[in-house]
């Protein structure tokens, strides 16, 4: 079984572009923006699209690492997870737009584990999810607001996402 690559880098760049601007275009010009990403490849795209960000409008956000390890529904079933480093910027969360990071969205779960998590380090103004790919199959009413590759797959299938930093490549692929 072969995995079939469905983004390359450039449709990676491509993707991470387009949701800074749509960050910024539903900021309105108010408020902090705050993007934490959710280790491992969701803290990496977080850094990429806050670089991009302040590419575009400099000194209006920071990034950060949100470990959801211990708030996992499925603790019992694998308990053994390591957990990642969270890094919250120095000036906090609190009435910040923070943007939750990840790389794929699939069941939802991951994500409300970083809701529950996020609780923990304040209070943000507003909450909005970026994905780099949505793949369906929700099994929590979770959606994104950022979404860069709408990718419908079978269960069946599993969706990598490779980034330059951690893996030598940036692409995605999907493999039966």
């Known amino acids: ?24 275009e ?15 490849r969701g803290a990496t795209l977080a850094d990429r699209i806050q670089r991009i960000v302040e590419e575009i409008e400099p000194g209006v956000s920071t990034a950060g690492a949100l470990d959801i390890t211990l708030y996992r529904d499925d603790l019992a079933r694998t308990p053994t997870r390591t957990p990642a480093p969270t890094r919250i910027p120095a000036d906090g969360i609190d009435d910040a737009i923070v943007v939750l990071v990840d ?3 699939y069941s939802g779960r991951t994500i409300r584990a970083a809701l529950d998590a996020l609780v923990d380090h ?11 790919v949505d793949r369906g199959h929700r099994e929590l009413p979770i959606r ?17 996402v490779h980034l330059v ?5 940036d692409e995605v692929t999907i493999k039966p």
């Not at 930093?165 to 490549?169: L, M």
């Open 1 to 24: 079984m072969v995995a079939r690559t469905v983004l390359h880098d450039a449709d990676i760049t491509r993707a991470l572009r387009r949701i800074a601007h749509e960050v910024l």
């Open 26 to 40: 539903s900021r309105r010009g108010d408020g902090r923006l705050v993007f934490l990403g959710i280790p491992t």
């Open 103 to 105: 790389d794929v969205l």
């Open 122 to 132: 304040g209070r943000p103004r507003v909450v909005r999810l970026a994905v780099l």
């Open 144 to 160: 994104a607001d950022f979404v860069g590759k709408n990718l419908p797959s079978a269960t069946s299938e599993r969706v990598s």
């Open 165 to 169: 930093e951690i893996d030598g490549v």
